[in-house]
């Protein structure tokens, strides 16, 4: 009796591991599939506000200087001292090829002329019918400037650029003297067309525009240095009305004026980035389902 009770429950046991066993099985295959790998990094494209600081020499071209008033032609054989300047300035690297920025800057050299009066023959004065004079002065200016920049790629953290700008210069001429004629023939008399004095100061808003080149090394990812040199046309400048020594003589309404002022410059500049643009990587639509084959 035990023995068929015993049969019993192992005939059970089996037909309901049979019924089973598939489902178990198919159970199985249900299981949840496994969490998706993780993001891969964000992609920076290079974007961001940046702040910028620079600071150069400059060496002044011979620009076109002239005088109102003087009898004759008045020539100037210009020698000139070479300047400082300093600026800031705040921009947007757009992506890695092109950024953008506008600084303001100030500006400061002595200037040095020496100059003739040319009236010809039967002046009176010397056998070339020539007068000379030394003229010599400050030359400030403030230069505001709106400036792109195209970058040509990045080999070993060095990135060469190319780039342009253009603004506004105020050019401000002040403490320039006159020395007034003198004649180098001594036998000769001449009649003087200038007279020692001292130009009026004077500030005098001009066009300006720059051509930029140079190279960009990364120190970091946000922090870059620029060594550069840059071509700068600060326009045209002129003095105020010349205050005589002799309040007779005939040339107490001169203007000493320059035109088409230009630098050469050399710049060491830092630029600090301080946000970056970023374009994420999109999630998988879904999950695929896991599969398995017998």
């Known amino acids: 009796m035990a023995r068929s009770k015993l049969h019993a429950v192992v005939r059970v046991a089996t037909l309901v591991a049979s019924i089973g066993a598939p489902g178990l099985a198919f159970a199985a295959d249900l299981l949840p599939p496994p969490p998706p790998p993780p993001l891969p990094p964000p992609v920076d494209f290079a974007g961001g506000w940046y702040l910028r600081g620079d600071v150069g020499a400059s060496i002044y071209t011979a620009p076109k200087y002239a005088v109102n008033d003087i009898p004759g032609t008045h020539f100037f054989g210009e020698a000139q001292s070479g300047?400082?300047?300093?600026?800031?300035g705040v921009g947007y690297q757009f992506n890695n090829f092109f950024r953008a920025d506008v600084t303001g800057e100030y500006r400061t050299a002595s200037l040095r002329l020496s100059s003739y009066n040319d009236f010809g023959s039967g002046?009176?004065?010397d056998p070339t019918g020539r007068n000379f004079n030394l003229t010599s002065g400050h030359y400030d200016a403030a230069v505001v400037l709106a400036n792109g920049y195209f970058d040509l790629g990045t080999w070993y953290g060095i990135t060469p650029f190319v780039g342009g700008g253009v603004g506004a210069a105020f050019n401000y001429?002040?403490?320039f003297t006159d020395s007034g004629v003198t004649n180098f023939y001594a036998p000769y008399v001449y009649n003087q067309p200038t007279s020692p004095g001292v130009f009026k100061s004077k500030?005098?808003?001009s066009f300006a525009w720059a051509l930029h080149a140079g190279l960009a090394y990364d120190v970091t990812p946000n922090f870059k240095v620029e060594l550069a040199y840059r071509y700068l046309n600060l326009g045209h400048?002129?003095?105020g009305v010349l205050t005589c020594l002799d309040a007779s003589a005939p040339a107490c309404t001169t203007v000493l004026k320059a035109k088409n002022l230009e630098a050469h410059d050399i710049k060491?500049?830092?630029r600090y980035l301080i946000?970056?643009?970023f374009v994420p990587a999109l999630p998988p639509l879904m999950p695929e389902p896991l599969v398995r084959k017998y």
Request: negative net charge; proline residues 0%.
């Open 268 to 270: 060491l500049g830092v």
């Open 203 to 205: 500030t005098t808003e």
């Open 123 to 125: 002046c009176g004065c």
């Open 173 to 175: 001429f002040s403490g």
């Open 275 to 277: 946000g970056s643009a």
């Open 237 to 239: 400048a002129q003095t």
């Open 83 to 88: 300047g400082l300047f300093a600026g800031v």
